[in-house]
């Protein structure tokens, strides 16, 4: 299971792309950007090579120069005023996923490589898939998306979710009593 802190790194439309940040906004008067990291270390953003934007149309290759509170201090070649640099507040920053290192331990995973496993329950029972991974703040949370309803969200805690098993392509979760699973007798 990954770390309640570990990095939100949301998929793609292409499935070969994980968003490592986005720009927050300018910084200064010189053209720095403001990226708000995904990455487990903030200042790992440009230890991937180049990032894209989600079409992949334009290419980022950060130069970085520091770290103001949450956020990573950047420079990008042809941004040189705040204007510029503002104009690009929003947009994500993409890296392919090859390039990412393989997790080290058989517990660790991206989140990404979650997006689209089967959710069980501990009898088995097939209650949906992986629609999405959210962290509002409060920590990680699992989006789950059944066969008919609505999608609802589980605490991805140890608890709530006891086995990630991306190779088998699963997860199972335990939710606690107050989530409404759509199961019958549940919530």
């Known amino acids: 299971m990954a770390e309640s802190n570990a990095p939100l790194m949301p998929k793609t439309d292409a499935d070969d792309k994980?968003?490592?940040?986005?720009?927050?906004?300018?910084h200064g008067v010189r053209g720095l950007v403001k990226i708000k990291s995904f990455t487990a270390e903030p200042l790992?953003?440009?230890?991937?090579?180049?990032?894209?934007?989600?079409?992949?149309?334009?290419?980022f290759d950060p130069t970085i120069k520091g770290q103001v509170k949450e956020t990573v201090l950047a420079a990008f070649a042809g941004v040189?005023?705040?204007?510029q640099a503002q104009a690009?507040?929003?947009?994500?920053?993409?890296v392919a996923r090859s390039v990412l290192p393989e997790p080290e331990d058989e517990e660790e995973f991206y989140n990404?490589?979650?997006?689209?496993?089967?959710v069980e329950n501990s009898a088995g029972e097939v209650l949906g898939s992986v629609k999405a991974m959210h962290n509002f703040g409060g920590g990680d949370l699992l989006?789950?998306?059944?066969?008919?309803g609505?999608?609802?969200?589980?605490?991805?805690?140890?608890?709530?979710?006891?086995?990630?098993?991306?190779?088998?392509?699963?997860?199972?979760?335990d939710p606690p009593e107050e989530v409404e699973?759509?199961?019958?007798?549940?919530?």
């Open 112 to 118: 990404t490589d979650l997006i689209g496993l089967r």
């Open 150 to 173: 609505k999608s609802w969200l589980v605490p991805f805690t140890k608890l709530a979710v006891p086995v990630v098993d991306p190779e088998a392509g699963r997860v199972v979760i």
């Open 88 to 94: 690009l507040r929003g947009t994500r920053l993409y």
């Open 143 to 148: 989006e789950v998306l059944p066969a008919e």
């Open 181 to 187: 699973t759509g199961e019958a007798g549940s919530g």
């Open 18 to 26: 994980v968003c490592l940040g986005v720009v927050a906004g300018a």
């Open 44 to 59: 790992d953003i440009g230890a991937y090579g180049p990032l894209s934007d989600a079409k992949g149309q334009r290419r």
């Open 80 to 83: 040189t005023d705040r204007d």
